[in-house]
């Protein structure tokens, strides 16, 4: 089984930047995406970007791109998101996931979900 760790939340300023990270423990297979999704208040989690394991593929959400970046660092277990020029309506809880799934986009496929941490943007 795969347990995942988040760290990296906080409190930023609009424009700002932030690093989430996301380290497993136990085993990452060649067959998974690793993904972030975030949720608002009293509503489902939202896609926000993957990373293919084996070969750092990625995929974003058309409300991130240009602005989040994710990747993964093979020798510690662990994926990133570099998140940039931040607004106030990237405020939620980021939550890290993870599996063998067939449409990234979709929460419901993932079978490792982290505890989540939480992103404040200030106007």
């Known amino acids: 089984q795969v347990q995942l760790v988040e760290s990296g939340g906080g409190l930023v300023q609009a424009g700002g930047s932030l690093v989430l990270s996301c380290t497993y423990s136990g085993r990452a297979f060649n067959g998974f995406h690793t993904a972030w999704f975030r949720q608002f208040p009293e509503q489902g989690r939202r896609f926000v970007a993957a990373?293919?394991?084996?070969?750092?593929?990625?995929l974003y959400a058309d409300s991130v791109k240009g602005r989040f970046n994710i990747s993964r660092d093979s020798a510690k277990n662990t994926v990133y998101l570099q998140m940039a020029s931040l607004k106030p309506e990237d405020t939620a809880v980021y939550y890290c996931?993870?599996?063998?799934?067939?449409?990234?986009?979709?929460?419901?496929?993932?079978?490792?979900w982290g505890q989540g941490t939480r992103v404040t943007v200030s106007s």
């Open positions: 990373i293919r394991w084996s070969d750092g593929g990625t």
């Open positions: 996931a993870a599996g063998t799934v067939r449409k990234v986009i979709d929460r419901r496929e993932y079978s490792n």
